[in-house]
């Protein structure tokens, strides 16, 4: 059996002892009697005394003293090597109780594998913890952020209308629904988001008509688009794919609306193709594009395609980042040589 890490050096420990104590027994013994002999030959005892003599006896004893202080010796360095990243351990779990989430433990030694992997593992786990804490705080506050205005609307509206100062009338109540809307399109947004991140977001995989599903959303975000002075080109594939209709039918219109908001009137060329084994949904507007230094965060929650936190949440192309994922696919956001943004998304056709 190979042995390797803390049991090696274990066995090596022992080893050096047992080796050692019996060379000190056999060369201390031979150089004891060596000098008995040439100094008090006189005062060795015959054959037949089988009790050790009183020399002996003194020989015996500190020869397991000199035993004991090497066992002891070896046992010290070996302790104090095991306890260092114990210690280290032991330190970083009251550094962590206590507030630091920066702290890390360090060994010096990785002889002692089993040790150095146990700093490994907690230091890893410190990692972890702080990414966590830290995204939750960020998530806490980006949340409060999000919520607050369609909440201070809602809030305003309200009070107007229980005092006096606006009109009861259809106006205002169409006014309300609107941010009703935008506030449980967000709460979804955010929903989505969280079962992605805990990998609890589940669809419902099966033979779909893309292009019938596409076609049937297009047609209902035709005012959204027309407001923005935008129209839906189609080129899609008759063939039928396999993925959840809905949550597609949630990132494309996604999507639709970064496109109304962001892009310049024109068209928005919608494009399905199945190539090697997979189905690519891509969405191309008109420009002006996304510069270069956002695209790498444009799937980020919370940061928006301006980077500017007023002109949205900053949720839907994350959200659509959630359901290409879960659907064991990706997306990708690029430059059209046109000057305009691509938004693709790529899962799998065998799903």
Same mark, same amino acid.
């Given at each position: ?8 050096q ?20 031979f150089?004891? %009697?060596?000098?008995?002999?040439k ?7 015959s054959d037949? %005394? ?7 006896w003194?020989?015996? @004893? +500190? ?5 004991? +202080?090497?066992?002891v ?10 306890? $260092?990243?114990?210690?280290?351990? *032991? ?9 630091d989430?920066?702290?890390? @433990? ?7 594998g089993?040790a ?9 786990? *410190? ?15 980006a ?8 909440v201070?609307?809602l ?6 209308? *229980?005092?006096?100062v ?5 106006t205002?109540?169409?006014k309300? +629904? ?10 979804? !947004? ?9 990998d609890e ?6 033979e779909?008509?893309l292009?019938k599903e596409i076609?049937?959303?297009? !047609?209902?975000?035709?005012n ?6 935008? %129209?839906?080109?189609?080129n ?7 993925? !959840? =209709?809905?949550?597609i039918?949630? &990132?494309l ?8 908001k %962001? ?13 090697d ?10 420009? =002006?594009?996304i510069?270069?230094e956002l695209?790498?965060?444009i799937?980020?929650?919370?940061r928006? &395609?301006? !980077? ?8 839907? +192309?994350?959200?659509v980042?959630?359901?290409?994922? &879960? ?16 938004? $693709? ?6 799903s």
């Amino acid at each position: 059996m190979k042995l390797s890490g803390l049991s090696r050096q274990i066995t090596l420990s022992m080893m050096k002892i047992a080796i050692g104590s019996a060379l000190i027994t056999t060369f201390g013994s031979f150089f004891f %009697y060596y000098l008995w002999d040439k100094y008090w030959p006189n005062y060795i005892p015959s054959d037949n %005394y089988i009790t050790p003599s009183w020399p002996e006896w003194i020989w015996i @004893a +500190l020869t397991c003293i000199i035993v004991i +202080l090497l066992a002891v010796s070896l046992a010290i360095k070996l302790s104090q090597r095991i306890l $260092e990243p114990l210690s280290a351990v *032991a330190e970083g779990m009251r550094k962590i109780a206590e507030g630091d989430l920066h702290f890390r @433990a360090n060994v010096g030694d990785r002889s002692l594998g089993e040790a150095a992997l146990l700093v490994d593992d907690f230091n890893l786990l *410190a990692e972890k913890l702080q990414r966590m804490t830290e995204d939750h705080a960020f998530w806490n506050a980006a949340i409060a952020h999000e919520l607050r205005t369609p909440v201070t609307i809602l809030r305003g509206r309200l009070q107007g209308l *229980a005092e006096g100062v606006f009109t009861p009338d259809k106006t205002q109540f169409t006014k309300l +629904l609107v941010q009703i809307e935008g506030l449980s399109r967000l709460i979804e !947004d955010l929903r989505v988001i969280s079962l992605m991140n805990s990998d609890e977001l589940r669809i419902n995989i099966k033979e779909t008509n893309l292009a019938k599903e596409i076609k049937l959303l297009t !047609d209902l975000s035709v005012n959204m688009l027309h407001e923005a002075n935008q %129209y839906v080109e189609l080129n899609l594939t008759t063939q039928p794919v396999f993925c !959840d =209709p809905t949550r597609i039918r949630q &990132a494309l219109l996604a999507i639709l609306e970064n496109a109304s908001k %962001y892009a310049l009137p024109g068209a928005i060329r919608i494009t399905t193709q199945l190539k090697d084994g997979f189905c690519y949904l891509s969405v191309e507007d008109s420009g =002006p594009g996304i510069s270069l230094e956002l695209i790498p965060h444009i799937f980020t929650a919370f940061r928006s &395609a301006k !980077d500017n936190p007023q002109s949205g949440s900053g949720l839907g +192309l994350a959200v659509v980042a959630a359901i290409a994922t &879960a659907h064991k696919g990706s997306v990708s956001c690029r430059i059209s040589k046109k000057g305009g943004t691509i938004i $693709e998304l790529g899962w799998p056709t065998n799903s």
